[in-house]
């Protein structure tokens, strides 16, 4: 029997909340000075490479999901343009021939959701609320902290720092997720800002409306 998709954001937001957990754990090691810098920075480095990762997982279950009818959506008007047999022909078309593909940056889902969806809902809804601009810099921060190379960097300058008054710290991949956002009611980090981004768009893409 198809599941909820809502279901597959619940999940996801929840593996979030798990690996917070373990940031504020490392913070509070970090303020008692039982850890260094280069120990909260490689902290920070693999928390936001598994969430990134993870919120691609989503994207993909729910695309595949929802196109071979494991997954039901709140809103009547999400159709797949062709129908499926089964889960693993799904994933052969999609695939085109790859053993994967990414879904990140998220063009390559928009392009892929307006093939196989009608009017490509309901992931075309990350083209409003300013959406699209912070899945951008969330993969420019993922592209500099994995391959580390000018070209992902230059990227990282352009897209998510570009035009900000920052330390120099600060304008590193990690020296950016760590540093401070906002002070009250609590202080925040832009690495919490860009997760409950990611959350926001898992509950926009299940939800009947936008």
Known sequence: MPKDASLLAKEFIAHL???????????????????????????YSGLFLDAVTSFE??????????LCNKATHQSRKI??????????????IINAGEKYVDWLPIEKTLNRANIFFDDGEPFVRVEIHATK??????????????????YSLAKFQKHVIAGQALTSSEKTPLGYLRSVYITYPVTERRYQEIIADMAFVANTLVKRTV
Do not use: P, W, Y
């Open 17 to 43: 909340k798990n690996i917070e957990h373990t940031r504020a754990k490392m913070e509070e090691l970090f303020s008692q000075r039982k850890i260094v810098k280069r120990d909260i920075e490689l902290v």
């Open 133 to 150: 601009q912070k899945l951008l810099k969330l993969s420019s921060i993922r592209n500099a902290i994995a391959h580390r190379s000018s």
């Open 57 to 66: 997982r989503f994207i993909e279950s729910l695309f595949v999901q929802l």
């Open 79 to 92: 159709k797949g343009t062709l129908t499926f047999t089964s889960e693993k022909q799904c994933r052969t």
